[in-house]
């Protein structure tokens, strides 16, 4: 029983840790531009999202 | 395009915007940045926007420049008073851009949200399964009691967060006395909810959590998706140049010129109209000679001349030289604000259409909550408790699976979308493509419809090349629309140098070589001696040496791609086909014949409505197809409307559906595609209903438990989409005989017309 103590909350916890990075990368319109975002890695420059 | 006679397209070209007008489209951002959004339709490749940016980023006053890719389109910040000069750089760099409604550009929050919820549903249901599995697979006791909990404390703030789209969208149908989908679907999955809370309360062995959650998840894709398409089709068709002025430049009193937005210009104001510009409120000349096109305004194809006194419509295009003119109308007062009224006023006739969704809410969600409430009071009279009784009943809500339902008609939508996204045509909601698909009669209109959106300039006769070439060599003197066209005919460099050349507005060019005199231009004003045959007359170009007329040029209404097979092909799809024109008689009937249709000539925008209204209490299902201004109030009154790319802004946005690429075939193409997801969505609905009579005895039995509940719900949706994905490639079959089409999707470049 001990057990579900860590791991319920680590499995929760990493998902919600998954959901906050996609909240967050929506927030930052990474979402924008999907198909323009896999050309600019052929970019020389330095070109991370706004 | 062949044609049997050398022709060369008219190049009806907006000139490039002034820095008032983009000033107009632009938005003010904080500390003195601008920020102004180009469409630029070539796009394509990563190439492009690493040019696009190096080229903007050089200009000066550009704070930042980023294109994007997907939905081809750039953003400029900028500095200064006057905008940099951003689009005659990219159309350096071989990017023709145009503005883009700022208006429209608002970031698409109904996407983001549904996004958020999308993700929120996905984590919790992925959690609760995940608990739910270990129940299923055998927890007892405590240990199933915590899972529970665990799972109620998920599913709570999940289904606050990801069912208020359901709940708020059921609500407000349900305030105005009707039901749609999200009606059961909402009182099921908050059911479901209560009752598994209750049965977690009191240590019971079956919670629902992950099926109330794991519905709510599977519609939200559905709703995605649909969303997605939809905003896809909206942005590419907002892309599109904007043919109707931001503005104009208005002559004040003492002098001074302004650029005054379309909404401030008041009668009695004087234009300064340039060539190659539109109307941009009704209006009277007061000084210079031009040509105007008139085909997006009334669908006359051939040019008209205006001089002093002409009264002029809003739309009107200014083809050749500068007019003074006075505004007549306030922009409200206008052609183009008569043909909004006229469009709401058709759009209030319109019967108001019931997606086939709600129809099918409308038979179910009584029908499953009576089944429901019988279930629960048969087990009552039946003498069980209370609590076997509840939940019993709310067993059948959560098997009889809105899921299946929520998912039948979106999925094939989204499928069908798509498919017709991959042809060019952009289709603005599902409930188009439900009525598309029972239409049996289609009109079309004539100019820049089932013709090209350019007319051509075809040579009548068998002129020597010489005569060709000695016209190329004079019409490259101006930058008249016609003559443009007449130097692109002349095959090979003519030698001939000329001692003087004037144009002369409103009636063509005139050369002098030694005693000779040369001109180029209207038929009366060339030819010197009128004993002419009429047909040479009615001519649009003639070049004549000293009043003898040498070759003739013809305004060709050239049939746009693909009419006549699509024609054919309607035909073939059993639906009746006419012509519906307000150009004239003569030019109406000779379409109509080639393409062996009725046709009804010289039609009003008020008698387009009403012919499509006739058609309608014929009871017909009416297709529109057209382009101008004034057909926009009869494409509103029509069941469903098609535009091409080419069309008047207010025909794009009256329209239901916009077909991007140049052939007509896109009409029979979207029929097709929309009969296909016809069907497909009836045998959904029929798979939807096989699969409840199944499952609603086992339900009402009682014998249903979560992990049935949950496999039932999967199947179901799985099969219903698998079912959708079946629209696509095997139908394309049918239209095999269609003209390759290239790949990418040619979206219709710059300001055409």
Redesign the interface.
């Known amino acids: 029983m001990i057990d579900f103590f860590f791991l319920v909350p680590i499995a929760i916890g990493l998902g919600l840790a998954g959901l906050a990075s996609f909240m967050w990368t929506l927030q930052n319109d990474q979402y924008d531009d999907l198909e323009g975002a896999a050309e600019r890695i052929l970019f020389g420059r330095n070109d991370g999202p706004r | 395009m062949s044609c049997c006679a050398p022709g060369a397209e008219l190049d009806l070209h907006q000139p490039g915007a002034r820095d008032d007008e983009v000033l107009l489209a632009s938005r003010r951002l904080h500390d003195g940045l601008w920020q102004t959004d180009l469409s630029v339709p070539d796009i394509h ?2 190439g492009c ?2 040019t696009i940016e190096t080229v903007l980023n050089k200009l000066g006053g550009v704070a930042s420049a ?6 081809r389109r750039t953003t400029v910040l900028w500095r200064g008073d006057t905008p940099p000069p951003m689009i005659p750089a990219l159309e350096a760099a071989g990017f023709p851009a145009h503005l883009y409604e700022p208006a429209t550009n608002e970031k698409d929050v109904v996407l ?1 949200e549904l ?2 919820a999308l ?2 549903a996905g ?1 919790a249901a ?2 609760i399964m ?2 739910s599995v270990s129940v299923w697979s055998g927890a007892e006791a ?2 199933r009691d ?1 899972f529970h909990w ?1 799972s109620a404390l ?1 599913a709570l703030p999940a289904l606050a967060y990801s069912g208020r789209i359901f709940f708020l969208s059921a609500w407000r149908s349900l305030r105005h006395g009707r039901t749609n989908m999200d009606v059961p679907i909402s009182v099921g999955v908050l059911l479901t909810f209560g009752m598994s809370l209750y049965e977690t309360i009191h240590h019971g062995p079956y919670a629902y959590f992950d099926a109330a959650v794991s519905l709510l998840f599977f519609l939200l894709i559905g709703r995605t998706l649909d969303h997605v398409m939809r905003e896809r089709a909206r942005q590419a068709v907002s892309g599109l140049a904007r043919l109707s002025p931001r503005g104009a430049l208005v002559k004040r009193n003492d002098g001074s010129q302004s650029y005054l937005p379309v909404d401030e210009i008041e009668p009695g104001m004087t234009i300064l109209l340039a060539a190659g510009e539109r109307v941009p409120v009704d209006a009277r000349v007061v000084r210079g000679t031009s040509e105007l096109d008139l085909s997006l305004v009334s669908g006359e194809s051939a040019p008209r001349v205006a001089s002093e006194g002409t009264v002029l419509q809003a739309g009107v295009l200014n083809l050749n030289a500068p007019l003074t003119v006075v505004a007549t109308a306030a922009a409200k007062g206008s052609f183009l604000a008569e043909m909004v009224r006229m469009m709401e006023a058709a759009e209030a006739g319109r019967s108001s259409y019931r997606r086939i969704a709600d129809r099918a809410a409308q038979l179910y969600a009584p029908l499953v909550h009576s089944f429901a409430l019988l279930t629960f009071a048969g087990w009552m009279i039946a003498g069980r408790d209370a609590h076997f009784a509840i939940t019993a009943a709310i067993a059948v809500l959560i098997v009889t699976c809105p899921c299946a339902l929520g998912l039948a008609v979106p999925m094939v939508h989204v499928v069908a979308a798509r498919r017709l996204f991959e042809k060019g045509i952009m289709i603005k909601d599902g409930g188009a493509l439900e009525r598309l698909a029972g239409v049996n009669a289609v009109v079309f209109d004539k100019t820049g419809t089932l013709t090209s959106a350019q007319p051509r300039l075809t040579v009548q006769g068998k002129p020597d090349a010489d005569v060709l070439a000695l016209a190329a060599a004079m019409a490259a003197h101006s930058r008249h629309p016609y003559s443009q066209a007449v130097a692109r005919l002349g095959c090979c460099p003519h030698t001939l140098t000329f001692d003087a050349v004037s144009e002369v507005p409103g009636n063509g060019i005139e050369a002098r070589r030694g005693n000779d005199v040369y001109r180029l231009g209207r038929p009366d004003w060339t030819i010197a001696n009128r004993r002419l045959a009429s047909a040479e007359f009615n001519a649009t170009v003639a070049l004549s040496v000293n009043g003898d007329i040498q070759v003739c040029f013809g305004l060709d209404d050239q049939l746009r791609a693909g009419a006549e097979e699509a024609v054919a092909e309607l035909r073939r799809l059993g639906a009746f086909t006419e012509i519906l024109s307000g150009d004239s008689d003569a030019r109406v009937r000779k379409l109509a014949q080639r393409l062996g249709l009725t046709s009804v000539a010289n039609a009003r925008p008020a008698d387009k409505i009403r012919h499509v209204e006739a058609l309608k209490q014929a009871g017909n299902k009416v297709l529109m197809v057209g382009d101008g201004l004034n057909d926009a109030p009869a494409l509103r009154a029509a069941d469903v409307s098609m535009a091409p790319a080419s069309a008047s802004d207010i025909g794009r946005n009256a329209a239901d559906l916009v077909f991007l690429r140049d052939s007509l075939q896109a009409v029979p193409e979207a029929m097709i595609v929309s009969r296909a997801a016809a069907t497909l969505v009836r045998q959904n609905f029929a798979l939807a209903v096989v699969y409840n009579v199944i499952a609603i005895p086992l339900a009402v039995a009682g014998a249903v438990n979560p992990l049935l509940a949950a496999i039932a719900m999967s199947l179901s949706s799985l099969t219903v989409v698998a079912n959708a994905l079946r629209l696509g490639p095997a139908r394309q079959a049918s239209t095999a005989s269609a003209p390759a089409v290239p790949e990418e999707a040619p979206l219709l470049l710059g300001a055409l017309k």
């Open positions: 490749c990563g926007l690493h980023r294109a994007n890719l997907s939905a983001s996004l958020r993700a929120v984590f992925s959690n995940l608990l405590a240990t915590l665990i998920i």
